[in-house]
């Protein structure tokens, strides 16, 4: 019965969505003097950052990736507030096998130094503050996976966390003090796909980095503490 | 600062002071309240002739408070019979307890009544209409434990009406654009006709509920009979006066009575107020059928000012002259003999702690002021000649008969008789007959309840002697304010082209006749000898002390079987099934919240797909 | 005021009493000889109460009582004074220029609250049941009287007494062939009022000792009799200004009145004792529905 | 018009395991379904056929051959809100299954009326 | 002298990434952050308000002019809206410092400081994505603190409320995405000027994609399902802040999306019609309600559902009066909710049943309650009487006198159910007293300053117009708005 229900207005909801969709000309420029076309025309002689995406998401819209990092603050916070020194649960987990523990000791480092370029390269090559520490949270995942009795210190991961998160607000203000409004792009920009180019947007994308990856290894940290 | 608002301030200040004084010690309390209420009544009679007026804006609307002779007139019931119930409860509440919320509650009610006679628009009317109606209220609730139910009943009846008669007031505001009563006056007559009676319609209703109209009415026993006596006076001696005040306003200020010329007439009177004369003229009967039942003497005091009420409305909705006259006129007899019995009650209440008619007898010799006082309020109340009671009948009847209403004549005449059952009971039960053991040492109340009473049952006497100083106050305010041709008193005999009464010579010849006869019989025999209460003829066997030779109980047995068809109709308990199968309602819909996480999404859902059909289909 | 005015005043009380007394005398007469016995002479009754006037001694039960017999003989007189007894060339009008009909209804009410009081003062159960019975058999009767009345009032459009006697002027205008319907009820009214054998559960010999009046005694008594008298008088007079246009000298009025005094007299011998609820119902019941009858004729 | 499509369906499929499929767990997958199929509704109403991403990597390029950076801008965002309310999510799903022992939702309805 | 408006919504973040550092040092300084930082908001709205009356104070962020980078506007109304929320999160973080006692307080503190940041931020923002993303901010925050109370309600209302508002997002999201595809910006102000030129039929779908999303935030009829168990299952204080901020955003923004860019007419009847709904279903279930802190939900949803009316009435007055009513509701519901804690705390059960006589042992408490219950059902003295009285008199002079007719219907509801909880607070014999926990001082405090703005506000009405006016002029025509944000960086 609820199936039936849930079904039909599904594709009443379905159909009349698609139905405006359909109006809108895929891959064309619909509108052309819209605001993706000036990032791209002023994307990068004013932010520096050959990635536009990135200097759209660092610097044009700065205040929302700064909303952003709380979401994803307010998510680890939340975490630790509900599973409080709860009383792990029991279940079985045995270590992986060989294979697994030996490749897991090689790639490890690889994956960080790989996340760690990814975050530095941020406004040159695709990718950036979050994508890079989501691929560290992966090599820590991985040592999770393969190690029962690894698990990262807590202290460490939260001080990081409230650094980089500072570092990133820091920043910002240093916009409002010297530039003339908050997150205002105050360094050199410097020459275009060269590493110290793009002014303050490496530096955030790399507080950005730091805080996604030690984010997420909490995460994954407190998920894990829930089972012994 | 002009005197209107300088009376509300001190009335309103004299309330907050008394509360946060309070706390403090009795004196206090109760002497700022009566200070408060005294100068400002002293304040308002220098406004006697005036007519001030004080304007200001306040959330861009524009307030007026105004003095006139209608409002004058109110206002003097008001601070009348305010500044005896205040006297009368200083000494009434001197061992009770949570006294400074009573007095919080008694100078709030005292100047939110005071607000409304003087408030010249609508928005102010509301607003100390509510204040009134909360204050009442806190006070109607002042016997904490059992009086919850009465006072939650009183307080949606009239929070029902008060929205109604919101409705009215807005719907006014949105043609006219303004609040104030002069306007609603000018633009009355362009109302068309169905608007008119609309408004007609929720402003009786709202105006109903206070002046416990037959339908409405239910909250007014328990209301009176759960307040504290002293202030149940005020509640049915002043405070329904504000209902009629509002009636006075709607068929006259505001021209509901010009309806006439619009809507079918009857007896030259438009439709809705005749119906109107007939919802009065039933309230009067119906309810004082149900009084003459009463056993606890609050609710049969309660039910018989309804119908006193009823005959009021009666008087306004015949839209003559006269008729104003006579609810005018009774309204003043009303207030005085309500106020004297209530507190006569109070006092009873006071010393031998009951209000249940059938345990009380006997009182005569022991509280005699008491008796005095209750005597002539039952006299008045009956209409009978000598006494002021009389006057307000004679006009209310010629009234009706000037306009040929000769059923409602009827049913008037037929109340006023059944009005005389329930008198007698009150002052049998309780002052006549034989006396319980338990009351013999019953002392009379202190002087401080003892003279708003006496005071009171004077007025009536001089009201019944020269009743044309009152009745050319409200020739006044009729000419001034209502636009009516005011009774003519030239040669101080109350006169109508249909027949005349001359007070004085009834009042004189009653007099005469009685001294005649009193000197006559007592000097002829030397004095008779006084018996016992009990030494009476029982054909023989002298009665033991435990017989009760008191018949209270049941008092007119075969009177409530010849009226079995009208007590068991009783408003309350359909109002009460009617609220219980309203919840009944309000739990099914509370279904909807089923409690299930996915039938809310489910909800979200159906609700984005409605939309989009409905809007889809629209454009 | 010329003297005859003054005497009038001070003698009509005393005429009241009198005739009222010895239509009572000849009405037990009547009853006996219906009961195949004598019966007592006609000034029995005078007799009688001139005899509790003589007695020296009475007792009371309070301020209420002793002053209860006053009062009611207050309220019939001032009654009497408001009632045009002989109107014409040299007519009775006492006061009655100064009230009207509705003031005469009410004053009526004054004696009869006066010795509900009395007798309630008196602390016997039986006259509290009396009075209690009385008053409800009051508001019974009351509804066809009313009626009665308001037709009147509204057929002549006036509400002063002296406007319908004038109306009434010759022998075929009288109220009773004008209105009849009114005059109907007015009359089952009357039985109500007069307190005779179908409606005497008010002062119920049997039941309750003689009702309300059963501790009066001694001058007490007396003065409640001769007050008895006096407002069946009251009454009788009335009933003849409304229904039979005023009596032009003292013999029309006596005729009228003794006429009008034989009809619950009659009535009372033949029926038997109605219980209080019955009454009223009986009263609610066709009087009522006649007067309403009236009130069509009127209207329309 | 087949990349709205597909879109669309992952809604779809999403919001049907959220309004049927009684295993909590599956009601929290289905909500990142919805959020992924929202995520990839966005990227394709930014794509201009025959253009590149938006990098700069050689001077070469010209501003002209490039598609709309916002929407990807915007998807980056999104996709990180979706990961915390999942994450949130199932935090939630273990301290209800803490307290009832069960992760079927239709019998977690203390709540109600 | 006002700061860079900005900083209200840097600083509260910065102090929460701060927070953790902090407990370290010491456990008592999280307590007094949100306090300080809360109470700086307050101070910045407090100053900025004569400004913003005049003129919309437009707030450029990194550096870019409005329809290129993100930009705060703060006209009349967001500064109102902006006060009302920092003035209740400050009392209620007054309140928050001693009513906390479970372990993670350090955690409560930062969700709730960033709650209250993310509905500022709602507020303040002038873009649309913007928007959605403060929505996120102050929806998570309250999935956590829902579940705060470890006991087995609390997950499940939290749960509950995460899946109707992560529903709700998605919808917004495509709201956005749809407004985005068509008119290619994503400043209000610039969206509000090219929608027009964009083909009805997607616009509509965006507006009813916005509104259901919306709609859920600010307790719609169908849409609330989640609102009673979300405020009685929270901790008192949280409850107290939904009613006064939370909701007030989602209003807040489904104002400013009917009214300043879609204009779309039939949208404000279907408003109107919808707040009907919502507070006579809101208002019936209330009155059957068992448990306190449930009926005080529901008749907060009531109230909503009055600001909705006011808001479908489209006439500068009617939004003047539902303005009114927001602050009314700010003010009174905080007050009602700490007492009810309180009044819960003490009694032991949450049913109402077990209130009886506490009137008689906790007479201050009881005392709160009351007034708050006479200030919400809009007697005389108290703020309460004067937004109803306009919104009725607006709703009737707009012709819908049926709907006022509904909405006094729905007050007397409430008039009867909240005088059978004060009556049972002071005329049921009371229970035997058990011993007697003090209250604590820094709960009277915030409770009295709420009374006291209360009783205030219904004294002198007119102060608090004379900010509303400005404020609803702003809203109602949308060209000054649009003017004053795309002109700002010239």
């Known amino acids: 019965m609820r199936k039936a229900i849930a079904v039909i207005f599904l594709g009443i909801i379905g159909y009349y969505l698609l139905a405006t969709f359909f109006n809108i000309p895929f891959g064309i420029a619909r509108v052309l003097d819209g605001v993706g076309f000036k990032y791209l025309a002023m994307g990068v002689p004013d932010t520096g950052a050959a990635n536009v995406v990135t200097s759209i998401v660092v610097n044009f819209r700065g205040f929302d990736t700064l909303g952003e990092v709380t979401v994803l603050f307010l998510a680890a916070t939340g975490m630790g507030a509900l599973l409080h020194h709860r009383e792990p649960m029991k279940r079985s987990r045995q270590n992986a096998s060989i294979i697994v523990k030996a490749g897991a000791r090689i790639l490890f480092p690889l994956i960080i130094i790989l996340g760690a370029y990814v975050f530095v390269h941020g406004h040159l090559t695709p990718g950036g503050g979050f994508q890079g520490g989501a691929i560290i949270a992966s090599g820590f995942l991985l040592m999770f996976m393969s190690y029962r009795s690894y698990h990262v210190n807590h202290v460490v991961i939260s001080r990081v966390e409230s650094l980089a998160g500072s570092t990133f607000v820091i920043i910002g203000?240093?916009?409002?003090?010297?530039?003339?409004?908050?997150?205002?792009?105050?360094?050199?920009?410097?020459?275009?796909?060269?590493?110290?180019?793009?002014?303050?947007?490496?530096?955030?994308?790399?507080?950005?980095?730091?805080?996604?990856?030690?984010?997420?290894?909490?995460?994954?940290?407190?998920?894990?503490?829930?089972?012994? | 600062m002009e005197t209107i608002p300088l009376i509300l301030l001190i009335l309103f200040g004299s309330a907050l002071l008394s509360y946060v004084i309070g706390k403090i010690n009795f004196v206090l309390k109760v002497g700022v309240a009566l200070a408060g209420i005294l100068v400002s009544g002293y304040y308002f009679l220098q406004l006697y002739g005036q007519a001030q007026s004080y304007t200001f804006r306040l959330l861009g609307f524009d307030i007026i408070w105004r003095i006139n002779p209608l409002?004058?007139?109110?206002?003097?019931?008001?601070?009348?019979?305010?500044?005896?119930?205040?006297?009368?409860?200083?000494?009434?509440?001197?061992?009770?307890?949570?006294?400074?919320?009573?007095?919080?509650?008694?100078?709030?009610?005292?100047?939110?009544?005071?607000?409304?006679?003087?408030?010249?628009?609508?928005?102010?009317?509301?607003?100390?209409?509510?204040?009134?109606?909360?204050?009442?209220?806190?006070?109607?609730?002042?016997?904490?434990?059992?009086?919850?139910?009465?006072?939650?009943?009183?307080?949606?009846?009239?929070?029902?009406?008060?929205?109604?008669?919101?409705?009215?007031?807005?719907?006014?505001?949105?043609?006219?654009?303004?609040?104030?009563?002069?306007?609603?006056?000018?633009?009355?007559?362009?109302?068309?006709?169905?608007?008119?009676?609309?408004?007609?319609?929720?402003?009786?209703?709202?105006?109903?509920?206070?002046?416990?109209?037959?339908?409405?009415?239910?909250?007014?026993?328990?209301?009176?009979?759960?307040?504290?006596?002293?202030?149940?006076?005020?509640?049915?001696?002043?405070?329904?006066?504000?209902?009629?005040?509002?009636?006075?306003?709607?068929?006259?200020?505001?021209?509901?009575?010009?309806?006439?010329?619009?809507?079918?007439?009857?007896?030259?009177?438009?439709?809705?107020?005749?119906?109107?004369?007939?919802?009065g003229a039933l309230t009067a009967l119906i309810a004082t059928l149900i009084a003459v039942m009463q056993?606890?003497?609050?609710?049969?005091?309660?039910?018989?000012?309804?119908?006193?009420?009823?005959?009021?409305?009666?008087?306004?909705?015949?839209?003559?002259?006269?008729?104003?006259?006579?609810?005018?006129?009774?309204?003043?007899?009303?207030?005085?003999?309500?106020?004297?019995?209530?507190?006569?009650?109070?006092?009873?209440?006071?010393?031998?702690?009951?209000?249940?008619?059938?345990?009380?007898?006997?009182?005569?010799?022991?509280?005699?002021?008491?008796?005095?006082?209750?005597?002539?309020?039952?006299?008045?109340?009956?209409?009978?000649?000598?006494?002021?009671?009389?006057?307000g009948k004679w006009l209310i009847y010629e009234a009706l008969l000037e306009k040929q209403m000769v059923l409602l004549a009827v049913v008037a005449f037929m109340a006023s008789t059944a009005a005389f059952l329930y008198c007698y009971r009150l002052i049998f039960t309780i002052f006549l007959g034989q006396r319980p053991p338990r009351f013999d040492d019953v002392k009379e109340v202190p002087w401080t309840q003892r003279a708003p009473m006496l005071l009171l049952s004077l007025l009536t006497i001089?009201?019944?002697?020269?009743?044309?100083?009152?009745?050319?106050?409200?020739?006044?305010?009729?000419?001034?304010?209502?636009?009516?041709?005011?009774?003519?008193?030239?040669?101080?005999?109350?006169?109508?082209?249909?027949?005349?009464?001359?007070?004085?010579?009834?009042?004189?010849?009653?007099?005469?006749?009685?001294?005649?006869?009193?000197?006559?019989?007592?000097?002829?025999?030397?004095?008779?000898?006084?018996?016992?209460?009990?030494?009476?003829?029982?054909?023989?066997?002298?009665?033991?002390?435990?017989?009760?030779?008191?018949?209270?109980?049941?008092?007119?047995?075969?009177?409530?079987?010849?009226?079995?068809?009208?007590?068991?109709?009783?408003?309350?308990?359909?109002?009460?099934?009617?609220?219980?199968?309203?919840?009944?309602?309000?739990?099914?819909?509370?279904?909807?919240?089923?409690?299930?996480?996915?039938?809310?999404?489910?909800?979200?859902?159906?609700?984005?797909?409605?939309?989009?059909?409905?809007?889809?289909?629209?454009? | 005021m010329d003297t005859s005015f003054n005497l009038w005043i001070l003698l009509m009380p005393f005429v009241g009493a009198l005739v009222g007394l010895t239509y009572m005398g000849i009405g037990r007469r009547i009853i006996a000889r219906v009961q195949h016995?004598?019966?007592?002479?006609?000034?029995?009754?005078?007799?009688?109460?001139?005899?509790?006037?003589?007695?020296?001694?009475?007792?009371?039960?309070?301020?209420?009582?002793?002053?209860?017999?006053?009062?009611a003989i207050t309220g019939t007189i001032s009654t009497l004074m408001f009632l045009p007894i002989l109107t014409g060339p040299h007519g009775i009008y006492l006061f009655s220029f100064k009230g009207d009909l509705i003031l005469l209804m009410y004053i009526m009410v004054f004696g009869c609250l006066a010795m509900a009081l009395g007798a309630g003062q008196s602390g016997n159960p039986n006259s509290a049941i009396g009075v209690s019975r009385g008053l409800s058999q009051m508001v019974g009767y009351e509804a066809p009287f009313v009626i009665a009345m308001v037709t009147l009032m509204v057929q002549f459009n006036t509400t002063s007494v002296h406007d319908i006697i004038k109306a009434q002027d010759s022998f075929v205008h009288w109220n009773m062939f004008q209105s009849p319907f009114a005059f109907i009820a007015?009359?089952?009214?009357?039985?109500?009022?007069?307190?005779?054998?179908?409606?005497?559960?008010?002062?119920?010999?049997?039941?309750?000792?003689?009702?309300?009046?059963?501790?009066?005694?001694?001058?007490?008594?007396?003065?409640?009799?001769?007050?008895?008298?006096?407002?069946?008088?009251?009454?009788?007079?009335?009933?003849?200004?409304?229904?039979?246009?005023?009596?032009?000298?003292?013999?029309?009025?006596?005729?009228?009145?003794?006429?009008?005094?034989?009809?619950?007299?009659?009535?009372?011998?033949?029926?038997?004792?109605?219980?209080?609820?019955?009454?009223?119902?009986?009263?609610?019941?066709?009087?009522?529905?006649?007067?309403l009858l009236g009130f069509l004729m009127v209207i329309l | 018009?087949?990349?709205?499509?597909?879109?669309?369906?992952?809604?779809?499929?999403?919001?049907?395991?959220?309004?049927?499929?009684?295993?909590?767990?599956?009601?929290?997958?289905?909500?990142?379904?919805?959020?992924?199929?929202?995520?990839?509704?966005?990227?394709?109403?930014?794509?201009?056929?025959?253009?590149?991403?938006?990098?700069?990597?050689?001077?070469?390029?010209?501003?002209?051959?490039?598609?709309?950076?916002?929407?990807?801008?915007?998807?980056?965002?999104?996709?990180?809100?979706?990961?915390?309310?999942?994450?949130?999510?199932?935090?939630?799903?273990i301290r209800l299954h803490d307290h009832h022992k069960t992760l079927d939702i239709s019998k977690i309805r203390e709540l109600k009326w | 002298m006002y700061f860079d408006p900005v900083l209200m919504i840097a600083l509260p973040l910065f102090a929460a990434f701060l927070i953790p550092l902090l407990g370290r040092v010491s456990k008592e300084i999280p307590k007094y952050v949100p306090v300080v930082m809360i109470g700086f908001n307050l101070y910045e709205s407090i100053m900025m308000l004569p400004h913003s009356m005049v003129k919309p104070i437009i707030v450029i962020i990194a550096a870019w002019k409005p329809p290129l980078g993100i930009n705060l506007t703060i006209g009349a109304l967001g500064n109102v809206l902006a006060l009302i929320i920092s003035l209740v999160g400050f009392v209620v973080a007054i309140y928050n410092v001693r009513f906390v006692q479970k372990e993670p307080t350090e955690k409560y503190h930062m969700l709730y400081m960033l709650m209250v940041a993310g509905a500022t931020g709602m507020v303040l923002t002038g873009d649309l994505f913007n928007l959605f993303v403060f929505l996120e901010i102050t929806s998570i925050s309250s999935y956590a603190l829902t579940a705060f109370i470890r006991d087995r309600n609390g997950a499940e209302a939290a749960f509950k409320y995460l899946l109707i508002g992560s529903l709700s997002s998605t919808f917004v999201l495509l709201g956005i995405a749809l407004i985005y595809g068509t008119t290619g910006t994503l400043n209000m102000a610039d969206i509000a000027e090219k929608i027009q030129h964009v083909d009805s039929k997607i616009t509509i779908v965006a507006l009813i994609l916005l509104v259901t999303g919306f709609g859920v935030e600010s307790e719609m009829f169908p849409l609330n399902g989640w609102a009673p168990d979300a405020y009685s299952q929270a901790p008192t204080a949280i409850g107290a802040a939904f009613g006064g901020i939370v909701v007030k955003a989602g209003v807040y923004a489904l104002a400013r999306l009917i009214y300043t860019i879609f204009n779309f007419q039939g949208v404000f009847f279907f408003i109107l019609i919808m707040g009907v709904i919502t507070l006579l279903i809101a208002e019936m279930s209330a009155i059957r309600q068992k448990q306190l802190k449930r009926m005080l939900a529901f008749s907060s949803i009531g109230q909503m559902g009055l600001v909705l009316i006011a808001l479908g009435l489209a006439t500068v007055r009617g939004v003047e009066g539902g303005l009114f009513q927001m602050f009314n509701h700010a003010m009174?519901?905080?007050?009602?909710?700490?007492?009810?804690?309180?009044?819960?705390?003490?009694?032991?059960?949450?049913?109402?049943?077990?209130?009886?006589?506490?009137?008689?042992?906790?007479?201050?408490?009881?005392?709160?309650?009351?007034?708050?219950?006479?200030?919400?059902?809009?007697?005389?003295?108290?703020?309460?009487?004067?937004?109803?009285?306009?919104?009725?008199?607006?709703?009737?002079?707009?012709?819908?006198?049926?709907?006022?007719?509904?909405?006094?219907?729905?007050?007397?509801?409430?008039?009867?159910?909240?005088?059978?909880?004060?009556?049972r607070l002071y005329f049921k014999q009371p229970n035997e007293s058990e011993k007697t926990k003090y209250v604590h001082a820094s709960a009277i405090l915030a409770m009295s300053v709420l009374a006291l703005v209360v009783l205030f506000a219904g004294l002198f009405p007119d102060m608090v117009m004379s900010y509303l006016k400005p404020a609803a002029t702003e809203l109602v025509d949308k060209t000054a708005y649009i003017k004053a944000v795309l002109t700002a960086g010239l």
């Open chain 4, 1 to 93: 018009m087949i990349y709205y499509v597909a879109a669309f369906s992952l809604i779809l499929i999403g919001a049907y395991a959220v309004l049927v499929k009684k295993n909590m767990i599956k009601i929290v997958l289905g909500l990142s379904l919805i959020d992924s199929g929202v995520n990839i509704l966005l990227v394709a109403l930014g794509y201009i056929n025959g253009k590149t991403a938006p990098i700069f990597s050689n001077p070469s390029l010209k501003a002209e051959g490039m598609v709309d950076p916002v929407p990807q801008a915007l998807v980056l965002t999104a996709i990180v809100i979706g990961v915390a309310v999942t994450a949130l999510a199932l935090t939630i799903v």
């Open chain 5, 332 to 423: 009174i519901k905080p007050l009602l909710f700490l007492s009810a804690g309180y009044l819960v705390y003490y009694s032991g059960s949450k049913d109402i049943s077990d209130l009886d006589g506490m009137g008689r042992k906790k007479p201050l408490l009881s005392f709160f309650f009351a007034f708050g219950a006479f200030a919400i059902m809009g007697l005389p003295p108290l703020s309460g009487f004067w937004s109803k009285f306009i919104i009725i008199s607006e709703t009737i002079r707009g012709g819908f006198v049926v709907v006022a007719a509904l909405a006094l219907f729905g007050s007397v509801i409430e008039a009867v159910y909240y005088l059978r909880v004060v009556g």
């Open chain 3, 37 to 71: 016995r004598y019966g007592p002479p006609i000034f029995q009754n005078i007799v009688d109460v001139l005899k509790l006037y003589s007695k020296k001694t009475a007792i009371t039960h309070g301020v209420m009582f002793h002053l209860a017999p006053t009062l």
């Open chain 2, 71 to 279: 409002s004058w007139f109110f206002g003097m019931l008001i601070f009348g019979l305010g500044i005896l119930v205040a006297i009368f409860s200083t000494s009434y509440m001197k061992n009770k307890e949570r006294v400074d919320f009573y007095c919080f509650a008694l100078c709030m009610t005292i100047a939110s009544m005071f607000g409304i006679v003087v408030s010249g628009d609508l928005l102010s009317f509301f607003f100390f209409w509510e204040i009134m109606t909360w204050a009442s209220f806190l006070m109607v609730i002042y016997y904490r434990y059992e009086a919850q139910a009465a006072g939650i009943k009183y307080f949606v009846m009239s929070m029902i009406g008060a929205y109604s008669m919101l409705i009215a007031i807005l719907m006014v505001y949105a043609q006219l654009g303004t609040f104030s009563f002069d306007a609603l006056a000018s633009g009355w007559s362009d109302f068309s006709v169905s608007f008119q009676i609309a408004l007609f319609v929720l402003f009786a209703i709202g105006f109903g509920v206070k002046a416990a109209v037959m339908p409405l009415h239910t909250w007014a026993p328990d209301a009176y009979g759960m307040s504290p006596a002293p202030f149940s006076a005020l509640f049915s001696g002043v405070l329904s006066k504000m209902g009629i005040y509002g009636f006075a306003l709607l068929m006259f200020v505001f021209g509901a009575g010009k309806l006439a010329g619009s809507v079918t007439t009857i007896h030259g009177v438009a439709l809705p107020s005749y119906i109107l004369a007939w919802f």
């Open chain 3, 186 to 291: 007015a009359l089952f009214a009357f039985l109500g009022f007069m307190g005779n054998k179908p409606f005497d559960v008010v002062i119920a010999p049997a039941e309750i000792a003689s009702g309300p009046p059963s501790e009066f005694g001694g001058k007490y008594l007396a003065l409640m009799q001769t007050n008895r008298g006096m407002f069946a008088f009251v009454k009788l007079v009335l009933y003849v200004d409304l229904f039979m246009g005023g009596a032009a000298n003292f013999v029309s009025l006596l005729a009228k009145t003794f006429f009008f005094y034989l009809i619950p007299l009659f009535v009372g011998i033949v029926n038997p004792r109605f219980r209080t609820e019955q009454a009223i119902t009986f009263f609610w019941k066709w009087p009522t529905v006649i007067g």
């Open chain 2, 295 to 391: 056993d606890d003497a609050k609710k049969l005091l309660a039910y018989s000012s309804v119908g006193q009420l009823g005959y009021i409305i009666l008087g306004f909705s015949l839209n003559s002259s006269m008729g104003t006259t006579a609810a005018l006129f009774h309204a003043v007899n009303h207030t005085i003999f309500k106020g004297m019995l209530f507190l006569s009650i109070g006092a009873v209440f006071y010393r031998t702690g009951t209000r249940k008619l059938s345990e009380m007898g006997g009182l005569i010799s022991n509280m005699p002021y008491t008796f005095f006082v209750v005597l002539l309020g039952i006299i008045t109340m009956a209409g009978i000649p000598p006494l002021s009671g009389f006057v």
């Open chain 2, 462 to 619: 001089y009201l019944g002697f020269y009743p044309y100083g009152l009745l050319n106050l409200i020739g006044q305010a009729e000419s001034t304010v209502m636009g009516l041709v005011p009774m003519n008193l030239s040669q101080s005999i109350l006169f109508n082209d249909l027949g005349h009464v001359s007070t004085i010579a009834v009042m004189n010849t009653v007099g005469t006749v009685f001294v005649i006869v009193f000197v006559l019989f007592n000097t002829l025999y030397k004095r008779s000898r006084k018996v016992g209460l009990k030494d009476i003829h029982t054909s023989g066997e002298v009665p033991g002390p435990e017989i009760n030779l008191h018949y209270a109980t049941d008092f007119y047995q075969p009177f409530s079987r010849s009226i079995r068809y009208v007590l068991e109709r009783s408003a309350d308990r359909l109002y009460g099934q009617f609220a219980n199968n309203l919840e009944g309602f309000f739990d099914v819909l509370r279904y909807v919240y089923t409690g299930n996480a996915q039938t809310y999404a489910l909800f979200v859902i159906m609700f984005l797909a409605m939309l989009l059909m409905f809007t889809n289909w629209l454009i």
């Open chain 1, 173 to 228: 203000l240093f916009g409002l003090v010297y530039g003339h409004s908050f997150l205002a792009n105050v360094l050199p920009l410097g020459t275009v796909n060269t590493l110290f180019s793009a002014g303050v947007i490496p530096l955030i994308y790399i507080a950005v980095g730091f805080k996604v990856g030690s984010e997420l290894t909490g995460l994954l940290d407190t998920m894990l503490k829930t089972v012994k």
